[in-house]
């Protein structure tokens, strides 16, 4: 299996993706594409001592960096990310990691490879931490407006995510609303959850916002407009939390005293809702495995994005994908309105 | 003045109520109406030892529980919020105050008052602390679907709420989006977007959900289904990160006297992050005033509610919005399409 790596991604340049990349190469037995600047990889290769055998270099001289808007894209042929998915579309690999500009990745990556046959929108998915364990959001930031069919496949493709990666047999599935009851909702979400009951799914109902980290539900759809927006808010909670506690406990000797006993801890917890550690996101439905990772991603953060990417493909998502949507339009051969 | 206050309302039953009205009676000088079963608002008189001059019980024998469908009020015509209301549709009372469940009151309030005239939907408007200070974000779940102009209403009401409650001369007014630029968003966002940039507010443009608590806008305005997701995953992110911190903290003995020693100083953050602390939220651009509080509301956070509504009626709140959403209709006197 081959995956190609972005080298330019992230906020920290290609030290760290070098690092993850050369790790996952070694531990999973992988043949990767490090692709950037070439220079600057071998620079990094030379500071880890080891020329990996079962890594190549393919130089992406155009850089595309984090605050970039994705207009820059459309004149640079031969960025990191534009070459990888290239690499992707040309089977020359078998999936794309990039830590990149996320914006950016779901752009290129659309118009390069497309969607895979059947599905209307590719989604945004990741998965966060909650209370019971791990939870899968999509859409996150995609796709801003939705129709009530496109939340449905989103279901289809988060289950399957759920069954092959993460091991769940029949995942329950929520629709992110305003209110438990049925009747709660905008017009978009009362009709999906029409369509989500009626179809074979394990659709449990509504989620309202604050039961996303109690871990209610294993997937919980939305239109990528509100996903991505219940996601940025909880990271300005998070954030702003953490600092509000800083102010309040620097103004006292005792509690200074007391956050330094705690401190290694209450780092520990923010690493848990961090949520850059784990894998990735991942574009569910596109026509070409593509995984994206957190811009602050520790080098381990990368070696478990190229995991995922490996279960990804290992695990045949994309043939499974494209079935159950077939079947989800056709249930029993019949075709449906 | 004479304020109506629910007393039924409330995840604590009377006590509550009853203590913060008599205290707010007391302090401000006003008239309170309280509203509710007479015979348990006569036992917290005889508990508190003082039968206040000037207020007045008025008998509402139906109770709604805080977990009762909007739909159990059609037949409680005596429920303790639809007197209330009534109280102030009859001119009986100048505003009412109610800590009930807040879907209830949106919901009789609507339907017995009304939209004030010009303005399309009433709005649900609540004050969040940030880091600088409080922002006002509106619709938090009256309306879950919403036309561009209605944000445009939304955000001419909440710059009049913020004017007048808040002092501030120009309230700066973001748009609730999923990123900085004008493109982003979804259509309802981006003809909104073009709206407010063509009105003489101070619109600062699109704000992301991870600076809802930075404070960079003073208002933010978002359909009533998006700004409820936001407003419940805020609740939902900070209880979980407060019971993983605890369970992280109790595994450990350091962290353990670490956590005594903040304690007093965590629990101050939690108040100031507890919304229920503040006024709480008001019905904008209904056709009389109403002010619901948090259901986990303190006797002070009443106090604070009825106080919150003296200061919207003694500030000429309504015919503000009256004559500024005419204004807004037509500026210039020009009919505007």
């Given at each position: 299996?081959?995956?190609a790596?972005?080298?330019m991604?992230?906020?920290f340049?290609?030290?760290?993706?070098?690092?993850g990349?050369v790790?996952?190469?070694?531990?999973?037995?992988?043949?990767?594409?490090?692709v950037?600047?070439?220079a600057?990889i071998?620079?990094?290769?030379d500071?880890l001592?080891r020329?990996a055998?079962?890594i190549?270099i393919?130089?992406?001289?155009e850089?595309?960096g984090?605050g970039?808007g994705?207009?820059a894209l459309?004149h640079?042929?031969?960025s990191?990310?534009?070459?990888?998915?290239?690499?992707?579309?040309?089977?020359?690999?078998?999936?794309?990691?990039?830590m990149?500009?996320?914006a950016?990745?779901?752009y290129v990556?659309r118009k390069v490879l497309?969607?895979?046959?059947?599905?209307n929108?590719?989604?945004l998915s990741l998965?966060?931490?909650?209370l019971k364990?791990?939870?899968?959001?999509?859409?996150v930031?995609?796709?801003?407006?939705?129709?009530?069919e496109?939340?449905e496949?989103f279901?289809?493709?988060?289950?399957i995510?759920?069954?092959?990666?993460?091991?769940?047999?029949?995942p329950?599935?929520?629709l992110?609303s305003?209110?438990e009851e049925?009747?709660?909702g905008n017009?978009?979400?009362?009709?999906a959850?029409k369509?989500?009951q009626?179809s074979?799914?394990?659709?449990?109902?509504?989620i309202?916002g604050?039961?996303?980290y109690?871990?209610?539900?294993?997937i919980?759809?939305s239109?990528?407009?509100?996903?991505n927006?219940a996601l940025k808010?909880?990271?300005?909670?998070?954030?702003?939390?953490f600092?509000l506690?800083?102010?309040?406990?620097?103004?006292?000797?005792?509690?200074?005293i007391?956050?330094?006993?705690?401190?290694?801890?209450?780092?520990k917890?923010?690493?848990?809702?961090d949520?850059?550690?784990?894998g990735?996101?991942?574009?569910?439905?596109?026509?070409?495995?593509?995984?994206?990772?957190?811009?602050?991603?520790?080098?381990?953060?990368?070696?478990n994005a190229?995991?995922?990417?490996?279960?990804?493909?290992a695990?045949?998502?994309?043939?499974r994908?494209?079935e159950?949507?077939?079947?989800a339009a056709?249930?029993?051969?019949?075709?449906?309105?």
């Open positions: 299996m081959k995956i790596v972005d080298a991604g992230g906020d340049g290609p030290r760290i993706a070098v690092t990349a790790q996952a190469a070694q531990d999973f037995n992988l043949e990767v594409l490090l950037g600047v070439e600057l071998k620079k990094e290769f500071r001592g020329a055998a079962n190549t393919i130089d992406a001289p850089a595309v984090m970039d994705i207009f459309r640079q042929k031969r990191s990310i534009r070459v990888g998915v290239q690499l992707v579309k040309e089977r020359r690999a078998d999936a794309f990691v990039s990149g500009n996320t950016a990745v779901v990556s497309g969607a895979l046959a059947g599905v929108k590719p989604a998965l966060v931490p909650t364990g791990m939870t899968l959001l999509l859409d930031g995609a796709n801003a407006n939705c129709a009530p496109d939340l496949q279901a289809v493709m988060g289950r995510f759920m069954q092959q990666i993460m091991g769940l047999p029949n329950s599935i929520g992110m305003i209110g049925k009747s709660k017009e978009l979400t009362k009709e959850f369509r989500l009626a074979p799914l394990n659709f449990i109902g509504n309202e604050k039961d996303i109690s871990g209610r539900a294993d919980i759809v239109d990528g407009f509100t996903g927006v808010v909880s990271e300005g909670v998070v954030e702003t939390l600092s506690a800083k102010r309040e406990i620097m103004k006292n000797f005792f509690a200074k007391g956050f330094l006993l705690m401190k290694r801890h209450l780092k917890l923010y690493k848990q809702v949520y850059s550690e784990y990735g996101a991942q574009l569910l439905g596109l026509n070409g495995v593509c995984i994206i990772g957190h811009g602050r991603s520790s080098s381990n953060a990368v070696r190229v995991r995922l990417a490996r279960d990804f493909v695990n045949g998502i994309q043939d994908i494209r159950e949507i077939a079947k056709c249930p029993a051969g019949e075709a449906r309105a």
